[in-house]
Every structure is written in C-alpha cells, then in structure tokens.
C-alpha cells in the first residue's frame, strides 16, 4: 500500500465548493439572496417556512421541521463519516437507514449549492430536541438541567455544521439573524442569534467565508445594502474571508460572490501584509495598554 499523499497538482485539481454564512438584521435580505443563484442547481433548506420574499423562485426546495430531520438531510447531503460508530449520527450505518427512506443520494447531483435559511431556526429546533434528552436531566434528582441541555445542544450543533463542511463538492452557505447589543461600557458588538454561546463562538472557525449583510448609505443619503467581508472592519461586525480573494466591501449578489472566491488566487505576499509599519513610535502593545 502506498503512502497516501495528495499532490499538490490532485489537490489543485479538486472540486471544492465554498461553505459560508451570512448574517445580517431581520428584513435585511437575506433570503432574497436566493434570487442570485441559479435556480436549476440550488437546493433551498427552508427551516423559517420565510419563503413569501423568493414566491416564484424556480427552485427545489425541503423543509425539516424537527431536529431529526436535520441531521437526517445533512447526512444525505454530505455522506456518511467512516470514522462514527453506527449508533451515532453521521455514522454509515445512519446513512444507510437515511438512502433507503430518502432513496438514491445521486438525485442531489444536479445541486452545486445548498441554502440553509436559517442557522437561528436550526438552533432552535436542536435546543428543543436536546431538552428531552437524558442529558439534559440531572441523575439522581430526575429534574430538568439546563447545563446539560445546552452542552448537548451545542456538541450537537458543531456535528452538524462540520458534517455539512466537509460536503468536499458543493456550495453550502448559512444565513442567520444578527443581534446587536452593548456591553457594561455601553459599547455596540454584534452576536449571532443562536441559541448557547458554543456555536457562534465556533461557527467562524468551522467554515470558510463570514460575511454580513448590512445597510450603507451614500453621501446624499441614499441606503443600499452591501456584503462586509473581512475581519478589519470599521463597524466591528463579524466577517472572515479565508479565500483572500474578496475585498472588504462586496456588492450584496451571493452567485457572483462566489464567482469572484473561485477566481484566480492572488499571491500570498499580495493577500497578506507581513512587514511591520513603519512608524510604531505612537502605538501601545497589549502588555503597554493594561500598565
């Protein structure tokens, strides 16, 4: 048996699609992103039951409506993890199970990108399937525990967004509500509406693009909406961009989003600045700034 190395060439060669998500304030658009995409290859996860913006939109679409299903759709979608015991979820043998209800998975060839709209209903319907887990009650007194339901709620939730991925092949793409707050300095800060703190803490290092949709306006006044795309922002809001290709302000169009992530890479030493400013005279390191 030979050593199982990629080449660089078998690397490059690969059909890798972009997992992302997008956030933004409630009414801001983002399901209307859908009408950017082409309808013939696109596959609409309709968890918010919100389709009244996309009515004649020409695309497929389902609609989990429990935490099951969910898991059920995303190993359908992404295929089964060798590395899982059968009783977990994701295992082969959950797959199987899933093929011979749902049918042959070669019927999702046609989809190059899955939408899942949202991640904020996702996490609720997990958070209401992990309450009634025994976890989620404590063993000696049988009552309710609120700590177990939430660490289960999010150990499940991590699966299934890095079950869906590592979907090598397809575009998929997370949209969900951003909440805006204020901390004890009165301070404003941006969270993503998910219930527990553990997935949007995490999600950020599990996929590839973070983006948020937000509203600008021009210097007569005029709003437009627009694509914040990486973490250097003025607003503070969250955004990464691991494809170094998107510029910090994008136009709010997802299919030519991806156009441009799948374009030629720039060079490293163009994407990144690795030299240090010439002038640090005025400027505190972290230790200087708590003295």
Avoid at 52 to 61: F, K, M, P, R, V
Avoid at 180 to 194: A, G, H, M, T
Wanted: charged share 25%; aromatic share 8%.
């Amino acid at each position: 048996m030979s050593l199982p190395i990629i080449s660089a060439d078998q690397r490059l060669a690969e059909r890798r699609g972009t997992k992302g998500c997008i956030f933004g304030k409630s009414g801001i658009g983002k399901t209307s992103l859908l009408w950017t995409l082409n309808p013939a290859t696109t596959l609409f996860m309709d968890l918010e039951a919100g389709d009244l913006a996309i009515e004649g939109w020409a695309g497929d679409s389902i609609r989990p409506r429990t935490w099951q299903e969910c898991r059920d759709f995303a190993v359908f979608i992404g295929g089964p993890n060798p590395a899982l015991r059968d009783d977990q979820a994701y295992s082969p043998a959950h797959f199987a199970a899933v093929c011979e209800h749902f049918g042959d998975p070669a019927a999702l060839d046609r989809y190059e990108t899955i939408f899942v709209d949202s991640i904020t209903v996702a996490g609720r319907l997990c958070f209401q399937w992990a309450k009634g887990q025994p976890e989620a009650f404590a063993e000696k007194t049988g009552r309710p525990d609120v700590r177990g339901a939430y660490g289960l709620h999010g150990r499940e939730m991590i699966g299934w967004l890095t079950h869906l991925q590592h979907t090598r092949a397809k575009n998929v793409w997370f949209v969900g509500i951003l909440d805006e707050k204020l901390d004890d300095f009165n301070r404003r800060f941006f969270v993503p509406q998910i219930d527990g703190a553990k997935t949007g803490n995490e999600l950020p290092g599990i996929v590839d693009e973070v983006i948020t949709m937000v509203e600008m306006s021009e210097e007569g006044g005029k709003p437009y909406r627009a694509f914040i795309c990486q973490t250097l922002n003025s607003g503070g809001y969250p955004a990464k961009d691991r494809s170094g290709r998107l510029d910090p302000v994008e136009e709010p169009h997802l299919g030519r989003l991806m156009e441009k992530i799948r374009g030629p890479a720039k060079p490293a030493t163009e994407r990144m600045e690795f030299v240090r400013p010439a002038d640090l005279s005025s400027a505190r390191t972290p230790d200087q700034s708590h003295s």
